[in-house]
Nanobody
Framework: QVQLVESGGGLVQAGGSLRLSCAAS????????MGWFRQAPGKEREFVAA????????YYADSVKGRFIISRDNAKNTVYLQMNGLRPEDTAVYSC??????????????????WGQGTQVTVSS
């Protein structure tokens, strides 16, 4: 059973940067697309970014496009989310997830079968 653990969250001022990491254990995610999602208090979970199993393609929500970068290192079984130009509206719990199927690409949360516990990102104005 794949387990995902996020790290790198914290408190940052608007305009600042953070880099989130998501380490997989108990199995490899090298054949699975990976995604980052976030949930702010009182709001539904929303898609942030996703990357194919090979890392050759990425996809971003419009709200983070041009500011966030998703990447992966399959040798380290780790996915990253570099967040630049952070805004107060980026404040949320960020979770990484692995697609339940192999070698396909999806941004639908219901298709992701493995989830981390999440890491808090707080952006102050």
């Amino acid at each position: 059973q794949v387990q995902l653990v996020e790290s790198g969250g914290g408190l940052v001022q608007a305009g600042g940067s953070l880099r989130l990491s998501c380490a997989a254990s108990g199995g490899t995610c090298s054949s699975h697309s990976m995604g980052w999602f976030r949930q702010a208090p009182g709001k539904e979970r929303e898609f942030v970014a996703a990357i194919t199993w090979s890392g050759s393609s990425t996809y971003y929500a419009d709200s983070v496009k041009g500011r966030f970068i998703i990447s992966r290192d399959n040798a380290k079984n780790t996915v990253y989310l570099q967040m630049n130009g952070l805004r107060p509206e980026d404040t949320a719990v960020y979770s990484c997830a692995a697609d339940r199927a192999q070698e396909r690409f999806t941004i639908a949360a219901r298709e992701y079968g493995f989830w981390g516990q999440g890491t808090q990102v707080t952006v102050s104005s």
